[in-house]
């Protein structure tokens, strides 16, 4: 089946840093891709929608210079958290379709951000 | 816009009990339908989907949903419970005429399974 690596699983980094999280597509060519936070024991909330080469649209109240998310390949995004503080701590999760009419997405094992 | 109700925070059952998680969602188009299951901290794996066609969805590791347009249900059920089914459930929708829109979550309901 479809299968999306995300990387890293988990990080913990210095308040000001920024972190990058991969999300890539093994054995599909993902033309859209996904990225979702969760806080503990809550639902998954979209932050933005990234459609290969062109740019990311984000949900409303979700900061784009803060969460900058590139999508250059079919089998590659990147959310990058710029300058992390610890409201950023946080589960992020991405997910991947394909071009077809109604495949469902394939999440990542997501990733767990603390910042200290 | 699009929504979805997931009743019951925290669902308890016996090993070998029924399984219902009871899904409700608001759409004003047709909707395409998931079921996703998390074990901790962990992504989400798809159980089962609804797009078109038969209503009683099949899904893996025993579940199924049935998709009630005039219910504006698409509740999830196992006819006897495992211990290993005790996870976070989420039920979502999407647009059915936008391929591509993200998935609109429910808020999950927690599954324990007691031996």
């Known amino acids: 089946g479809a299968v999306v690596s995300q990387h890293p699983s988990w990080v913990i980094c210095k308040s000001g840093t920024s972190v990058k999280i991969e999300c890539r597509s093994l054995d599909f060519q993902a033309t859209t891709m996904f990225w979702y936070r969760q806080f503990p024991k809550q639902s998954l909330m979209l932050m933005a929608t990234s459609n290969e080469g062109s740019k990311a649209t984000y949900e409303q109240g979700v900061e784009k210079d803060k969460f900058l998310i590139n999508h250059a390949s079919l089998t590659l995004s990147t959310l990058t958290v710029t300058s992390a503080h610890p409201e950023d701590s946080s589960f992020y999760i991405c997910?991947?379709?394909?071009?077809?009419?109604?495949?469902?997405?394939?999440f990542g094992d997501g990733t767990r951000l603390s910042i200290l | 816009a699009q929504s979805v109700t997931q009743l019951g925070s925290h669902v308890s059952v016996s090993e070998g009990a029924l399984v219902l998680l009871r899904c409700n969602y608001s759409s004003s188009v047709p909707p395409y339908l998931f079921w996703y299951v998390q074990y901790p901290n962990q992504g989400l794996q798809l159980l089962l989907k609804?797009?078109?066609?038969?209503?009683l969805v099949k899904g893996i590791n025993g579940f199924e949903a049935e998709f009630k347009k005039s219910e504006t249900s698409f509740h999830l059920t196992k006819p006897s419970a495992h211990m290993s089914d005790a996870a976070e459930y989420f039920c979502?929708?999407?647009?059915?005429?936008?391929?591509?829109?993200?998935?609109?979550f429910g808020k999950g309901t927690t599954l324990s399974v007691s031996s």
């Open positions: 609804y797009t078109t066609g038969a209503t």
């Open positions: 997910s991947a379709r394909g071009s077809t009419g109604n495949q469902p997405q394939h």
């Open positions: 979502a929708v999407s647009d059915a005429n936008q391929a591509g829109t993200a998935l609109i």
